[in-house]
């Protein structure tokens, strides 16, 4: 293999996150040495990494890779990435068993104002293909949140992605919630979209704390009538919506408030 | 970053084709240091990447590393493939310039039967989402393709894919053409699919040969009533296609069999 001019050896060069995007991913916060969600995340690696038909390697050796990262208090985003071993057979996957990479990243630099005022967010014109074997799992084909990344205005911060039937389904980079006729809601992921750690967390919490939460169907008329809205992912937590287009929302609304302060979360707490 | 446990280094590292196949590719037939339809195929590598909006590398550059792989004689499988640069801001694409990937791979051992008697294909089980911002473009989101390639049983050598409004789109490697009341059809690839340099070869020779060639919507029940099919890619030029489930075609048909003539491929004109 030939990258740039050069020649580029390895086991990896195979790779079928290379080549196809046979793999799937998660994304996680590293503060002070300590993942954050650590269980939580690698539970979701393997039920994704189940629903591609692989199996999640070796817990220790996956373990000693995060590790070998994360020196004395190092912080920063951990990239977890399992790809289907190359067998050589073009798109037919023969095998279960995953090749592992694990990358730490710097720590974005947010300003404050995105969780104590919210973010804008406009509507994305790419609407998300349906693939219901795909929908909700967190693999490496992207080109639709690549695309739906383009041409942000400045003082935007996200989109709210509908699918091709029109069905509001998450951002390019987070989870939706909506508090609509008291009730929070967030969409269905059965038919597109991706399906975060923190969203799961979130309908857990809401549950518990006695909030509810419904998994749902969602129209962008009824975002319209929406009292609250926020994103939700591992790195931020929660980021409450003030915008979506021309729509206002108050930003943190009570509830977004209460969920704020019970997530906990290391940046969204304060 | 760490491949299995091992350190990694180099400006690929945070190649987009990896984290989120943000790329195009092309598989080029070489015979004896000559690249097959080497015009044809650098020609459609510049159209995919323009669909993404990424721009073609120096020609040059590009015709550099192709040749370095070319030693005297060489044979195989080229696999040309381009992905945006990184530019550390997520899926955000802030930039039109690509990295060079270029790899030669072992030519395939196909049966010569495949030529002469025609290959057997199923119909796939799983339905192509319908992207039209994607449709066409031979990009690295590949996993319906892998999906479609599983389990198929050893006698079946490609699968027929339709879209999930049910029109018959592409093989999962491979470009169809039908002969539907004694016209060549082929797929309109506007919802989902890839187009083959070969299929857009062969649109063209048809209509030069003075056979016509349409490019529409094809539902399964209009397959039933083909007389003949074909599927095409760079490396096998044309397979006759003599079975799809339980529907049978003469395999070559004739029309097929004077299009393999007039076609020239190194593979399917004997």
């Known amino acids: 293999m030939r990258f740039n001019g050069r020649v580029v050896e ?29 269980e939580l995340q690698i539970a979701k690696l393997a039920s994704d990494a189940d629903a591609l038909d692989l199996d999640l390697p070796d817990p220790d050796a996956l373990n000693a890779d995060i590790e070998a990262l994360l020196d004395a208090g190092a912080s920063g985003v951990l990239r977890i990435l399992l790809s289907r071993r190359d067998s050589g057979r073009g798109y037919a996957p023969t095998t279960r068993l995953c090749d592992r990479w694990v990358q730490l990243k710097p720590l974005p630099d947010h300003p404050r104002e995105r969780w104590s005022q919210g973010i804008a967010a406009g509507w994305s014109k790419l609407l998300l293909g349906i693939q219901p074997r795909l929908a909700g799992i967190k693999h490496l084909n992207r080109l639709e949140q690549v695309l739906a990344s383009r041409g942000w205005p400045d003082d935007q911060h996200e989109v709210v992605m509908c699918d ?13 919630f909506f508090v609509i006729d008291r009730i929070l809601v967030t969409p269905d992921l059965g038919f597109a979209g991706v399906a975060g750690m923190m969203r799961d967390k979130l309908v857990r919490l809401a549950r518990e704390t006695g909030i509810g939460c ?8 009824e975002v319209r009538h929406a009292s609250e809205a926020f994103a939700t992912n591992s790195l931020v937590g929660i980021w409450p919506i003030r915008r979506i287009g021309s729509l206002e929302f108050p930003a943190p609304g009570p509830l977004t408030q209460a969920l704020m302060r019970d997530l906990n979360h290391p940046w969204s707490g304060c």
């Open 10 to 38: 390895g086991e990896w060069i195979g790779t079928r996150a290379l080549h196809y995007g046979d793999g799937v991913f998660r994304t996680a916060l590293v503060l002070d040495g300590r993942v954050i969600d650590r």
């Open 164 to 176: 091709a039937e029109g069905r509001v389904t998450c951002g390019s980079r987070s989870n939706l």
């Open 214 to 221: 419904e998994i749902g169907l969602i129209s962008p008329d």
